[in-house]
């Protein structure tokens, strides 16, 4: 049942043009709002920056492709069309940016925080190394929570996808 709406014939081509347009757009946007991001949060003179419109413009995007793109169940396809063109394999790409901007943000608050706190130079070091490891248990942690298990999560039900089309395909030739 098609509800009176006829089915749309658009040109390959120029659909394919179109798409291009909107990845640019989307990327034009994104920059956009990075900027302002940055802007509002290292230049502006406000003392508490408004900065929800841009987290959530950022943030929202990109949940809502990953949740689209597992639903259809492309989110797989992807996966395994970079992981044929690259030499690592993109869970462990993205396993290993947890864990370098992790050990990254680690060294940076325990680096400023130790030269902030300590009085001398046994404390200085003892400061360092405290907050290096409290900081490496909760960032990492949380860091790889943030960009692997989605990632974990939206291919597995892209996964589950992909299998119950394929189930469908092979019932529809059994007929």
């Known amino acids: 049942m098609r509800f009176g709406f006829r089915e749309k014939k658009v040109d390959e081509r120029v659909a394919t043009l179109q798409n291009k347009i909107y990845r ?3 990327s034009l946007v994104v920059i956009i709002c990075g900027i302002s991001l940055v802007y509002k949060v290292f230049f502006a003179e406000a003392a508490n920056p408004n ?3 841009e ?4 943030v929202g995007g990109a949940v809502y492709y990953l949740v689209r793109a597992s639903a259809l169940g492309i989110f797989s396809d992807e996966v395994e069309m ?3 063109s690259s030499k690592l394999k993109l ?15 680690s060294l940076i608050f ?3 925080n130790s030269q902030l706190y300590g009085d001398s130079t046994d404390e200085t070091i003892y ?3 405290l907050i290096l490891i409290a900081c490496l248990l909760i960032y990492i942690p949380v860091l790889f929570g943030i960009m692997v298990l989605p990632y974990v999560v939206a291919k597995y039900k892209s996964d ?3 299998e119950q089309q394929m189930e469908d395909l092979d019932d529809e030739d059994e007929r």
């Open 55 to 58: 987290v959530i413009i950022l």
């Open 127 to 129: 400061f360092f190394f």
């Open 82 to 84: 970079h992981d044929r």
């Open 110 to 112: 325990a680096t400023i």
């Open 91 to 105: 869970n462990t790409k993205k396993f290993m940016l947890a864990l370098l901007v992790g050990i990254g943000i």
């Open 51 to 53: 900065i929800w419109t």
């Open 24 to 26: 640019e757009l989307y």
């Open 160 to 162: 589950k996808v992909n």
